[in-house]
């Protein structure tokens, strides 16, 4: 196959990898309901675990992570034979990450690509999936805000790439791209802090707090 041919193929067999959705899924399976008819609307974990809570929110970053290694994983196969593994799986995490957001098969209402993300970085660079796992936690800890720690790790996912991988410009900017994508994803998120407004979750408990 030519590159541009594999390239199409990695790309549109990621997306669709996408639209399959942990929180829409668990919900339908578990509950004989829609997470997106609930909370936010969102079809992410925090809201799957504000609305249901338990163990099953752990199902929900199961399949979404699943989806998002395999999807690196593949594209960065299918490139490999060109020289290009590592760019290929960012290709990969960048069309997973939209198919997770906008999902063609779920009417375009996903959710923020958060973990999908996280286990992108596993697969490409663990450095970097160490540093935002930090930075989330320790934001999280401090705030219990999950949205603050999401822009923040995002923020610090695309910084990383920048210094890690520095020279290698495809991988950097596929790096950047997903982190404008995870801010972008969580802009009315960022209006309600700068209001005062947002909610806090707390994954200890149920139950959200102020």
Known sequence: ???????????????????????????RLHEHDDVRLHGSGNAGFTNFFRNYGGLFSLAVILVDGLKAAA???????LLRPFGLQTEGAILGAICVTLGHNFPALLGFRGGKGIVCGFVS???????????????FATVYFITHYV???SILAAFSFGAAFLVLHWGESWIC??????AMLAIFMHRQNLARLLRGEETKTDFFHRRDSK
């Open 1 to 27: 196959m030519s590159l541009w041919l594999t390239l199409i193929i990695a790309a549109a067999v990621s997306y669709l990898l996408g639209n399959v959705n942990g929180s829409v899924l668990i919900s």
């Open 71 to 77: 999807a690196c994983l593949i594209a960065g196969a």
């Open 121 to 135: 970085a596993i697969v490409i660079d663990w450095r970097i999936a160490l540093i935002i796992f930090v930075v």
């Open 147 to 149: 949205s603050l720690a």
């Open 173 to 178: 900017a596929g790096g950047v791209a997903l």
